[in-house]
Nanobody
Framework: QVQVVESGGGLVQPGGSLRLSCAASGSIFRVYAMGWYRQAPGKQRELVAT???????NYADSVKGRFTISRDNAENTVYLQMNSLKPEDTAVYYCNADVRSDPSSSSIDYWGQGTQVTVSS
């Protein structure tokens, strides 16, 4: 079984920063792409940023230049550094990991429980 756990959310003022972390653990052969998604009240879940094992990054237009995604393959951990935060960034942030548990099985997407990020003065 695979577990995906996020941490680092909280309350921050506009213009402030937060750093989110997410670690995948359990029965893991290899973790492929990892990413961050968010869901604000009354809205659908949307992609924030993704990163491949090789470090290729993709960002939503709304966060380009402000957020940075990174990962540590040895620790199966992904990070999201969020700077210049805006009230519009308020949402529950979810971590996603594409995990292969063993060489004979297909990879499966796993989701974390979510961590609340609130940007308000």
């Amino acid at each position: 079984q695979v577990q995906v756990v996020e941490s680092g959310g909280g309350l921050v003022q506009p213009g402030g920063s937060l750093r989110l972390s997410c670690a995948a653990s359990g029965s893991i052969f290899r973790v492929y792409a990892m990413g961050w998604y968010r869901q604000a009240p009354g809205k659908q879940r949307e992609l924030v940023a993704t990163i491949t094992r090789g470090g290729r990054r993709n960002y939503a237009d709304s966060v380009k230049g402000r957020f940075t995604i990174s990962r540590d393959n040895a620790e199966n951990t992904v990070y999201l550094q969020m700077n210049s935060l805006k009230p519009e960034d308020t949402a529950v942030y979810y971590c996603n990991a594409d995990v292969r548990s063993d060489p004979s099985s297909s990879s499966i997407d796993y989701w974390g429980q979510g961590t609340q990020v609130t940007v308000s003065s």
